[in-house]
């Protein structure tokens, strides 16, 4: 209720556009190569034991997580009634991180001549989509805002995640690490994050306009923290 409150108070409240850059100084994807279910058995298929990113920043997301210090509710039209699609071809998922606001669906067609069974056991969203064949999909919806990583029973090289954004400010970066959040309250105070698969949060408070938000995500030798750890802050 209190966000809903507060979206409806900055409704006519005059916009200005956030900028920002994601560095990253180190490589942190490590190249994922496992044996699946289907090893001997498959039909030949392009690809398939590993996909590392074309770019670090397909593994990054950006969102605003608070306004002033507050929860904002998204309004019914920020979220589209089609749903996003995440596929899966050459034993892989076509995005290794896709970003939706909650609320949103996610559909997972299969264009493999096999079978795959997608899940999840995040906090956020668990779920076992069973198995099906080529051209059949499946669609879930995610009502709470989170991360959820998705796998396949099958092929256990096959990773993704769905980064559920609890407001409508939301981008990934571009391959320059550079990102835009358009119309945020001008003079507000706004909680801001980055989230890489592998190296997990960092979070920054800003005031809208706040020049270029600079990110810098350093190299993690140990396990990324787990996805609902308390988050870490950058300077």
């Known amino acids: 209720m209190v966000g809903f409150l507060l979206l409806s108070l900055l409704a006519d409240v005059t916009t200005s556009d956030l900028t920002g850059t994601v560095e990253v100084t180190r490589p942190l994807t490590r190249r994922r190569i496992a044996v699946d279910a289907y090893q001997n058995r498959a039909p030949a298929l392009d690809g398939g034991a590993a996909l590392n990113p074309s770019n670090e920043m397909d593994s990054v997301a950006i969102y605003v997580e608070r306004i002033n210090g507050m929860p904002v509710g998204l309004p019914a039209s920020t979220v589209s009634q089609e749903p996003l699609e995440l596929r899966q071809k050459n034993r892989n998922f076509s995005r290794q991180l896709v970003i939706v606001p909650v609320g949103a669906t996610v559909s997972f067609p299969n264009d493999d001549p096999i079978f795959h069974n997608v899940f999840s056991l995040s906090k956020a969203k668990a779920f076992d989509l069973g198995y099906f064949p080529k051209n059949q999909t499946r669609v879930v919806k995610f009502t709470k805002p989170g991360i959820v990583e998705v796998f396949c029973h099958l092929h256990?090289?096959?990773?993704?995640?769905?980064?559920?954004?609890p407001t409508q400010y939301y981008t990934q970066p571009a391959k320059d690490g550079s990102f835009v959040l358009r119309d945020l309250p001008a003079g507000a105070e706004v909680d801001l994050v980055a989230w890489h698969r592998a190296a997990g949060f960092f979070r920054?408070?800003?005031?809208?306009?706040?020049?270029?938000?600079?990110?810098?995500?350093?190299?993690?030798?140990?396990?990324?923290?787990?996805?609902?750890?308390?988050?870490?802050?950058?300077?």
Do not use: C, H, Y
């Not at 256990?156 to 954004?165: C, H, I, P, Q």
């Open 156 to 165: 256990a090289n096959m990773s993704a995640t769905v980064v559920v954004a």
């Open 204 to 235: 920054r408070r800003v005031k809208v306009p706040a020049g270029n938000v600079r990110f810098v995500l350093p190299l993690r030798e140990t396990a990324p923290e787990p996805v609902d750890a308390p988050p870490r802050t950058t300077p």
